[in-house]
């Protein structure tokens, strides 16, 4: 079924597209939320173990940041200048 983002009537306007490709842990290498949250970091900690994150998913029109292990598995994004 078509998520949230889709229905939503400004999706799309600012150029940037995202593929859902969830996360990795660090115990056992387990993915997990693959094809409805995409996962990136920030380049910025929030202290020596944990670096924030921002979580998008398919099924909601936000985006939520958060801070987390740095052993997590999320996706990078390059900017280019």
Do not use: M, Q
């Not at 009537?9 to 969830?22: D, K, N, T």
């Not at 924030?52 to 997590?72: G, Q």
């Amino acid at each position: 079924p078509d998520g949230s983002l889709d229905n939503d009537s400004a999706f799309g306007e600012s150029g940037f597209s995202a593929i859902p490709g969830g996360l990795r842990t660090y115990i056992a290498g387990y993915f997990g939320n693959l094809d409805y949250r995409a996962y990136f970091w920030s380049s910025s900690e929030s202290n020596s173990n944990e670096a924030w994150y921002n979580e998008l998913d398919y099924y909601e029109s936000n985006v939520y940041r958060n801070d987390h292990d740095k052993r997590y598995g999320y996706s990078v994004r390059g900017v280019r200048d």
